[in-house]
């Protein structure tokens, strides 16, 4: 049958055969197909580490600080000792509302610290096991709830030192873990996460994070196999390095673990540019329930507080003020209570908080020459209320 | 050799002259053409796991020749191929492709309108005359129906001003 397509088509191309070579060589291509999809992966591999390590350089330095245990004034024996008494006053004194609000305004967060690493700026600690330490901080833990919400069934024992109470400790908490709600206690380095965004990120986010990771992979595999198309095989290869670097990069969260990080992250959210890093101290540290407080001596005069709130990784900051007044006050919500954290010098003996309309006063002693943070619990009936600082000798401070 | 590099041998035995005639048709450069020919080869032997038999390996291979020549035409580096010969034949200024075309026999100005068809037009076409392909068969490898086939073919020939009578097709 006479087509003029078909011969004009096969007399042009008559001399064009797909050579053997050729056919030789597609043989191997087909049995080698690894190896040749091995130097692009290979290729966005070194990519993408070469864009992490040069985030990495390029990053900003985290503020160098030391904290030293040298000179730590008390030891963890008597601040512990002189802890339990307090409890027990409580204990043996029903409706002694002051004893009570005195006992919940101190954090037991720097003593549990202390016991927990065995040296601390603020205590020395004597030479405990594991489960002593783990004994002792879980019986702060409990003895805070037990004042909050006394249970006059459990039985407590007179203990007169420290070892013995160190012994009794695991018997007790028998007795109080049954009858308050078990919170598991953390170390500080059961806490820490290391300082990658992929171990801050929620579940979903990682979910999430992989699935938009697993669909940009199959299209840059798909264009390769395909049209190769380098344009758009580009873009892909830079969302999947941006995903990476995401997931891969630093947290820009400060998280406060312990009293390093605590000042580390503290120092830099103090906007003032006299501040020396290197001059810097921790003053006071304490944590109420939800949310963690820095007392930071700035040098030159100027103290900060700095504040973390809890979420599901630790305490992450959420504000600081500074200056050069040696009181500071705030607000915690959720508990709800007042804040007040004094520098070393302050010379306030007393702190009272007035309700304007009944008068009804809630009075917290404070040491006048130490730094320290408290915390007063304001009840729902403190609709208004007004903070009254009195000194050594009595007198009301303005 | 396994059973699918027995097939595929089979395949370029039979296949790989007319395949590489058939993508030259598209892209117009041999060693293009045989780079696309050797993509269509690999393809296929990658897809034999999945191909169940259901159309004869002479129209899975056309499909996927097809498709390869397809996925050439809208990448990145044909474009930018092109790009850079229509540059430099603008700076030819002694001869047009009009005027070589005149030059050439009638035969040559037939193939050479064929390879410059609009693509939608030049599938049906090589298939049907070149490939041997059936139109249900040019239908099943171009995913198109039957009577758009047949139009695109009609359309393609008047293109090329040929006139034929061919499997009960008659063209005006």
Redesign the interface.
């Given at each position: 049958m006479h087509d003029p397509i078909r011969n004009a088509l096969k007399e042009a191309y008559k001399e064009r055969v797909f050579s053997e070579d050729k056919k030789q060589e597609t043989l191997e291509k087909v049995n080698n197909k690894n190896k040749a999809w091995l130097p692009f992966s290979v290729t966005v591999i070194v990519t993408c580490c070469v864009l992490i390590l040069t985030f990495w350089l390029v990053r900003e330095p985290i503020t160098e600080v030391v904290i030293s245990s040298e000179q730590a004034p008390h030891t963890v024996e008597d601040i512990y000792m002189e802890r339990w008494h307090e409890f027990m006053t409580i204990v043996e004194n029903e409706r002694n509302e002051q004893a009570t609000l005195t006992y919940l305004a101190k954090s037991d967060w720097l003593l549990q610290r202390a016991i927990e690493s065995g040296h601390s700026v603020f205590y020395s600690a004597p030479t405990l096991t594991d489960e002593e330490k783990r004994s002792l901080i879980e019986l702060l833990h409990y003895m805070y709830q037990w004042v909050e919400r006394p249970n006059r069934l459990i039985d407590f024992p007179q203990v007169e030192t420290f070892d013995e109470l160190t012994k009794q400790a695991p018997q007790l908490l028998g007795h109080l873990r049954g009858k308050y709600k078990k919170q598991p206690i953390l170390t500080v380095e059961e806490q820490k996460a290391p300082k990658l965004r992929l171990f801050y990120m929620k579940p979903e986010e990682i979910i999430s994070t992989l699935v938009f990771f697993g669909i940009f992979a199959l299209l840059l595999y798909s264009n390769w196999t395909s049209k190769r198309n380098y344009f758009f095989a580009a873009i892909q290869v830079g969302v999947l390095c941006s995903i990476l670097l995401v997931m891969f990069m630093p947290s820009s969260e400060k998280y406060a673990f312990d009293e390093t990080t605590l000042l580390q992250q503290s120092i830099p959210t103090f906007d003032e540019p006299t501040i020396d890093p290197t001059v810097a101290k921790l003053s006071s540290a304490s944590t109420f329930g939800d949310v963690r407080f820095a007392l930071v001596d700035l040098g030159n005069g100027i103290h900060g507080l700095a504040k973390f709130y809890k979420n599901h990784i630790g305490y992450a900051w959420s504000g600081s003020q500074w200056g050069r007044q040696k009181i500071f006050t705030d607000w915690v919500q959720g508990v709800p209570g007042q804040v007040i954290a004094v520098q070393q010098g302050h010379g306030v003996s007393r702190i009272d908080l007035v309700e304007e309309q009944t008068k009804r006063i809630l009075s917290i002693a404070l040491d006048p020459d130490e730094a320290a943070i408290y915390f007063i619990g304001v009840p729902e009936d403190f609709r208004s209320y007004q903070m009254l600082y009195y000194s050594k000798d009595g007198v009301r401070m303005h | 050799m396994n059973d699918?590099?027995r097939l595929?041998?089979e395949a370029?035995d039979t296949y790989?002259?007319y395949?590489?005639?058939l993508i030259?048709?598209y892209v117009r450069d041999?060693q293009t053409a045989?780079d696309l020919?050797?993509e269509t080869?690999?393809r296929y032997?990658?897809s034999l796991a999945k191909f169940r038999g259901d159309a004869s390996v002479k129209t899975f291979i056309y499909r996927i020749a097809v498709n390869v020549c397809h996925?050439?035409l809208?990448?990145?580096?044909n474009k930018k191929i092109y790009v850079s010969e229509l540059f430099q034949k603008l700076l030819k200024t002694n001869a047009t492709p009009e005027t070589e075309l005149v030059h050439k026999d009638e035969?040559?100005q037939?193939?050479s309108a064929?390879e410059h068809l609009p693509t939608k037009y030049k599938d049906p076409?090589?298939l049907f005359?070149?490939a041997?392909l059936s139109l249900e068969e040019v239908s099943q490898v171009l995913a198109l129906p039957l009577n758009t086939v047949k139009t695109r073919l009609r359309r393609a020939?008047q293109m090329?001003g040929?006139t034929?009578i061919?499997g009960g097709e008659v063209d005006a």
């Open positions: - | 699918r590099d595929l041998t370029m790989s002259a395949l590489l005639q030259y048709t041999w045989e020919t050797q080869f690999i032997y990658r996925d050439y809208a990448s990145w580096k035969q040559q037939l193939v064929i076409l090589v005359h070149f041997e020939r090329l040929v034929l061919e």
